[in-house]
């Protein structure tokens, strides 16, 4: 038999509350954490995030709840069933006893997601997503690396609140966060602002179209703000990424950091790359014989920033793909390069 569930207190109203308060906080903690100079109090960023992250899923479930007309059903959609276990009443008979004293814990962000799938509830995953890995990796860096990282973070993360809150709540974002809905407001238009001034730059800066995705990934080495500008000096004396990359510098605009831009987006290339050869794993990128930077992709056979491709792609007579290791044997993989050698040599 189940459990008798305890008389349900449970009021959606004070969710709602709960998740508004947390935001509210979680912009305030925002705010703190970035006041340069002695006001500002880095450690916040990891509440900030904390806070936003907690409220966003708070929002979700009270959303959940609006789905259901009776209040039971309302809490039994938000709140996991309780585990019950089977104990031995020492005469060979069972009993079935629930876990946890009555205290239900709530639903975690995966059923959320299958709740939000069953009652057709759209919101973007991928912001959600990137404040929950935003949040595990807080907690083991230093906030102060990372203050560059919560501001992008608070800026995309206004588009789909504002969504939700309009499309699924029907209720007005600053009506209901007020302060707090100002605060981030300006901030995403600063960040989209500035956002589109850097992508305005890099598109005279001569970057390597092969290499423009991996730029897109690049962070500010000192806090991790994807708000890089390209140096107006060197746009000003016509230097571009491709030919100039031992000067071409980028500057940061959330934390003011300055720093060359070339090997961030190398880096950048090489860790989406990254093999483990112990695995088994072979080297999908190796230097580029033309340009002398590690951008050769093997597997396209060709070289994300300068472009070079190679002469001979595959062997003639068995069609083996080839490597920039293979270009010298004038057409044949290594394997029929020394049996057509040995063949001449017999003749
Ligand atoms: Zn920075
Ligand atoms: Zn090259
Ligand atoms: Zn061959």
């Known amino acids: 038999m189940a ?15 709960n998740a508004l308060t947390s935001i509210r906080l979680g912009i305030e903690d925002f705010e703190r954490c970035r006041v340069l100079g002695d006001g ?26 609006t789905c259901a007309d009776d209040p039971a059903d309302a809490e039994a959609l938000i709140f996991n069933a309780q585990e019950v276990l089977p104990h031995s009443d ?6 079935w006893i629930p876990v946890g004293k009555f205290k239900s814990t709530t639903i975690d962000v995966a059923t959320i997601r299958k709740r939000f799938e069953a009652f057709d509830i759209q919101v973007d995953w991928r912001v959600l997503n990137k404040l929950q890995e935003c949040r595990n990796h807080l907690e083991h860096l230093h906030p102060a690396h990372t203050l560059g990282e919560v501001a992008d973070f608070v800026a995309e993360l206004f588009p789909v609140l504002q969504d939700f809150i309009e499309e699924q709540l029907s209720e007005s ?26 992508d305005d730059g890099w598109a005279e800066a001569d970057v390597p179209e092969g290499m423009m995705p991996w730029l897109e990934k690049c962070r500010c080495p000192s806090c991790a703000s994807i708000l890089l500008a390209p140096s107006q000096e060197d746009l000003d004396a016509g230097n571009g990424v491709m030919n100039d990359d031992l000067r071409f510098m980028a500057t940061c605009i959330a934390c003011g950091e300055s720093f060359l831009i070339a ?24 230097g580029c014989d033309q340009c002398g930077h590690s951008t050769f992709l093997i597997i396209e056979q060709q070289c994300l920033w300068c472009g070079a491709e190679l002469d001979y792609d595959e062997c003639e007579m068995c069609e083996e793909r080839l490597n920039q290791d293979d270009q010298d044997n004038g057409g044949l993989c290594s394997y029929h390069a020394n049996a057509y050698e040995k063949f001449m040599r017999e003749d």
């Open 40 to 65: 500002g109090d880095p450690a916040r960023a990891l509440s900030a995030i904390r806070n936003l992250f907690a409220g966003v899923l708070l929002l979700f479930k009270y959303k959940i709840t």
């Open 3 to 17: 459990p008798q569930r305890p008389a349900s207190r449970f009021d959606p109203a004070k969710l709602r509350d």
């Open 263 to 286: 090997p961030l987006m190398v880096e950048a290339l090489e860790r989406a790359h990254d093999f483990d050869p112990r695995d088994g794993d072979e080297a999908t990128l190796e």
């Open 173 to 198: 974002p600053a009506g209901i966060l007020g302060d707090a809905w100002h605060t981030m407001l300006l901030h995403h238009n600063f960040f989209i602002d500035n956002k589109n001034r850097c």
């Open 90 to 95: 020492g005469n060979g008979g069972i009993k």
